[in-house]
């Protein structure tokens, strides 16, 4: 157990719907990272938060957003899904180099 | 930006033997290389991290190797196991703490027989 909760753990969806993907850090990790791994992929880096600020953005679409809140806990919103999107989310949390990463949550959109 | 490759995309060995997976990377700045292990619709977990500034770190059965000059690094599994058995992530990061973030690999199958 890494320490990083993810919620929910699956979530099945129509296509043009929104969903909001949950995710808490270790105790202490100020940094939060988001990533998409699709069917057989690799692990695609979409944003990076840091006590509330985003840092960084990796190939994140528009229809996405992300977000960290005071307690440090993060939202991913996905918005007008298609299909492409179902994958595994992933988020990590970092206090400084090493990220651990959540169980993940799966998409499937239908 | 960094672009980090990883080959190769699939590596099949005998249990015992061992079993090599390398990575190069573009950026020069890059300071810091963990690999993560991912079973089948599991998370990656870290097995194993080096920084730039160490050429070599063992940890039991699994190695790094770092080449600065050259820009690449190589993880060594020695005397296989099928729970090895997994996709294997190699990652670069540019920067410390919480200025940069990591680009990874593609991935290694890596399938151990018994």
């Known amino acids: 157990d890494s320490g990083v909760t993810q919620t929910p753990k699956h979530l099945i969806t129509a296509t043009g719907q929104r969903v909001t993907l949950r995710c808490s850090p270790r105790?202490?990790?100020?940094?939060v990272y988001w990533y998409q791994q699709s069917l057989d992929q690799g692990l695609q880096f979409l944003i990076h938060?840091?006590?509330?600020?985003?840092?960084a953005k990796g190939n994140i679409l528009e229809r996405f957003s992300a977000q960290q809140f005071p307690d440090l806990h993060s939202e991913l919103n996905l918005s007008s899904l298609e299909l492409g999107d179902s994958a595994l989310y992933f988020c990590?949390?970092?206090?400084?180099?090493?990220?651990?990463f959540g169980p993940g949550t799966r998409l499937t959109v239908l | 930006g960094e672009n980090v490759e990883q080959h190769p995309s699939t590596l099949s060995v005998q249990e015992g033997d061992s079993a090599v997976i390398k990575c190069t990377y573009s950026?020069?700045?890059?300071?810091?290389f963990p690999w993560y292990k991912q079973e089948l619709g599991k998370r990656p977990q870290l097995i194993i991290d080096?920084?730039?500034?160490?050429g070599e770190k063992k940890d039991q059965r699994i190695a790094v190797t770092l080449n600065k000059t050259a820009k690449h690094f190589s993880l060594h599994i020695t005397e296989t196991q099928p729970e090895d058995s997994a996709v294997y992530f190699c990652?670069?990061?540019?920067?410390?703490?919480?200025?940069?973030?990591?680009?990874f690999g593609k991935g290694t199958k890596l399938s151990v027989k018994p």
């Open positions: 990590a949390s970092s206090e400084e180099d090493t990220q651990y």
């Open positions: 105790s202490g990790d100020l940094s």
């Open positions: 938060y840091y006590n509330g600020e985003e840092r």
């Open positions: 950026d020069s700045a890059s300071n810091y």
């Open positions: 080096i920084r730039s500034n160490v």
């Open positions: 990652a670069a990061k540019r920067h410390g703490g919480s200025q940069g973030n990591l680009i």
